[in-house]
């Protein structure tokens, strides 16, 4: 199967995760941060390739998607569609 975005995603992972985030470096350069917890508890994950999920905002519907981190698993920037 041929995924065209496969390269740029594979640099995209090795940059996220070049460095160990923490939650207050995190939310200090993108924003808002949620663990997987929190993730499940306002979004819908309908799919992922990573870095990048697709999720709905279970408050109002809303689809987009947000980025992660591998180690410790944090998800940011979301961008609404």
């Not at 993108?30 to 997987?36: A, I, K, L, M, N």
């Not at 519907?61 to 992660?68: I, Q, Y």
């Amino acid at each position: 199967m041929c995924d065209p975005t496969e390269t740029v995603r594979r640099e995209m992972v090795a940059e996220i995760n070049a460095e160990t985030g923490s939650r207050e470096y995190l939310e200090a350069k993108h924003g808002q941060v949620w663990d997987t917890s929190q993730l499940q508890q306002e979004f819908e994950v309908l799919g992922f390739m990573a870095p990048l999920v697709v999720a709905r905002r279970r408050d109002d519907g809303t689809r987009g998607s947000l980025m992660f981190q591998a180690n410790p698993r944090f998800y940011f920037s979301w961008s609404p569609e």
